[in-house]
């Protein structure tokens, strides 16, 4: 009896080596992750390697040597990930299935050896189970260490900015407000670069928007290098430049980023105004749920949604074919979103606050001009950003579902509606592990088309920049006062995204910048 207490006892690692890649996941990616996202997979986890080792059990009837398998196992799958990059970096320059084959043969073959030893194995492994233990709890460690340093570092800024809203609830009877569609196409890059970088004419899709009406800046650039700085900004109709003191130079931070989103002022002040806003699920993070929206649509799949649960498989036995299980759900989302966004106006009376961010034309590339499927031959989702076809197509294939709702909404509003097709940054086709002028310019250069009620708003031909552009449409559509505000663009990298440099005169008069601030 004593004897099976101790078995007990030191056989209980599968489950620190289930919790184990959840845990040490979050503790890199605390700037990116919440806590609460974890308990799922956690539960998901545990629940999964309790019946794995349940079965285990049944068929050898020995649970020392059972745990001891269920832990390598699991140890094998979720490291398979990181040993693919390592194998990536070192030997192949693309990873296909084949080269997936070859290691996922490996992998299983390691496991079948190792668990036939131990299965015949003459002696107790008392102490290999009890060694088992102590590295399970060892390696949990370290993790448990970083995210609690990092949770206490962190306190709670958000600071209630208080720029008065102008609510006109009194003024019912006015004309109808028109709805108000905030595109976001993401990476969709302007005519020049399409023409001078991929190569491609887009023309066809510039004339078919002018046609309708859409006001085509000659050149637009965003203000920051990367989403969610730019949406964050963008929605709060202000520069986030604050962040920087608010959460240091050199924090990867994004929460307080992440909750200017879900709070943003724009759908404080459309909400004053009457409208119903309404968020489409992205698919990404900051964007997936939004609480100042009425209604959240197209996430249906809060599962496959989470973060989470994407990198954890990212990094599993099952990368190679992650792609496909997150293919059909891509799908979905896209198509959904480009339905709503057309028949969204007649479901309600008042009028419509509709932000979409929409991941097309970025990569991977799923779609083809025409909508038909591709199967991305790439089998991870990386390395995309050279893929010039791939782009172009893809590009089509948002032109046309564009044109298609544009022309919809356009028809069927009574009101005319406000469209703006914004891009929250451009490519990175001149990416090369350095941040050189010609990337910094590419990535710069984004879209901003936009169809306003009347087409003749000087405002907007005058300062085609997306920080006045909600400013703009408050003040001529929603009762607000806001100046407007210099026109500024600052640059940052992926690894410092608060360290920025001002990069107006480069972008705005073609002067020289020291591009040894991130090199
Ligand atoms: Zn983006």
């Known amino acids: 009896m004593k004897q099976e207490i101790k078995q ?17 996941l979050l503790s890199e990616n605390m700037h990116l992750l919440l806590p609460s996202e974890i308990f799922f997979p ?7 390697s309790i019946c794995i080792w349940a079965i285990l059990y049944l068929i050898f009837k020995n649970i020392v040597k059972t745990s001891l398998i269920t832990s390598l196992s699991f140890f094998l799958f979720f490291a398979y990930g990181h040993f693919a990059s390592i194998v990536y970096d070192l030997f192949f320059q693309e990873t296909t299935f084949k080269e997936h084959l070859i ?17 015949k194995s003459k002696h107790s492994l008392h102490n290999a189970s009890l060694i088992t233990t102590i590295i399970g709890i060892s390696i949990l460690l370290f993790p448990i260490l ?9 306190t709670s800024f958000i600071d209630d900015e208080n720029t008065p809203i102008f609510s006109s609830m009194e003024n019912s009877n006015e004309i109808q407000k028109p709805d108000i569609y905030l595109i976001v196409l993401d990476s969709y890059p302007d005519e020049k670069i399409l023409n001078n970088l991929f190569d491609f004419d887009n023309s066809e899709f510039i004339s078919f928007l002018s046609s309708k009406n859409f006001i085509i800046p000659e050149k637009t650039f965003s203000h920051y290098h990367t989403s969610f700085l730019t949406i964050t900004s963008l929605l709060n109709l202000d520069y986030i430049n604050h962040l920087t003191v608010d959460v240091g130079e050199n924090s990867k931070n994004r929460f307080q980023a992440y909750k200017m989103i879900d ?15 309404i968020n489409i699920d992205s698919g990404w993070e900051a964007t997936r749920y939004i609480s100042s929206a009425d209604l959240n649509l ?28 997150f293919e059909s759900d891509y799908r979905n989302r896209i198509t959904c979103s480009f339905n709503s966004i057309s028949t969204i106006q007649n479901e309600t009376k008042q009028p419509v606050f509709v932000f979409a961010h929409i991941f097309l034309p970025h990569g991977p590339y799923y779609w083809g001009p025409n909508g038909e499927y591709n199967i991305p031959t790439k089998a991870t989702l990386e390395g995309f950003h050279k893929d010039k076809t791939g782009f172009t197509d893809q590009l089509q294939f948002t032109n046309k579902k564009v ?13 005319p509606p406000i469209i ?54 408050s003040n001529n559509y929603l009762n607000q006062e806001f100046l407007y505000l210099e026109d500024k663009y600052y640059f940052s990298d992926d690894k410092k995204p608060y360290r920025w440099l001002d990069v107006t005169d480069f972008l705005l008069k073609n002067e020289k910048i020291d591009t040894n601030f991130f090199n």
């Open 403 to 415: 044109k298609e709702f544009v022309t919809k909404i356009l028809d069927e509003s009574e009101t």
């Open 42 to 48: 956690i539960s998901l986890f545990v629940v999964v």
């Open 8 to 24: 007990l006892t030191f056989s209980f690692h599968p489950i620190l080596f289930a919790i184990f890649p959840v845990i040490s």
């Open 146 to 154: 970083m995210i609690a340093t990092y949770s206490s570092e962190q």
């Open 103 to 119: 290691l996922l043969s490996i992998f299983l073959g390691i496991i079948i050896v190792i668990s036939r030893f131990i299965v």
């Open 298 to 325: 197209c996430g249906k799949n809060q599962f496959l949604n989470s973060q989470t649960i994407v990198m954890m498989i990212k990094n599993s036995m099952l990368n190679p074919v992650y792609v496909k299980i």
């Open 263 to 277: 709070q943003n002022k724009i759908m404080k002040i459309t909400k004053s105004q009457g409208y119903v806003n």
């Open 420 to 473: 703006i097709l914004f891009s929250d940054h451009g490519t990175m086709l001149t990416y090369d592990d350095h941040i050189s002028e010609d990337f910094i310019f590419e990535r710069m250069s984004n879209i901003m088309y936009v169809h306003l009620p009347e087409n003749n708003l000087e405002s907007l031909n005058n300062n085609p920049s997306s920080i006045n552009l909600l400013r703009m449409i």
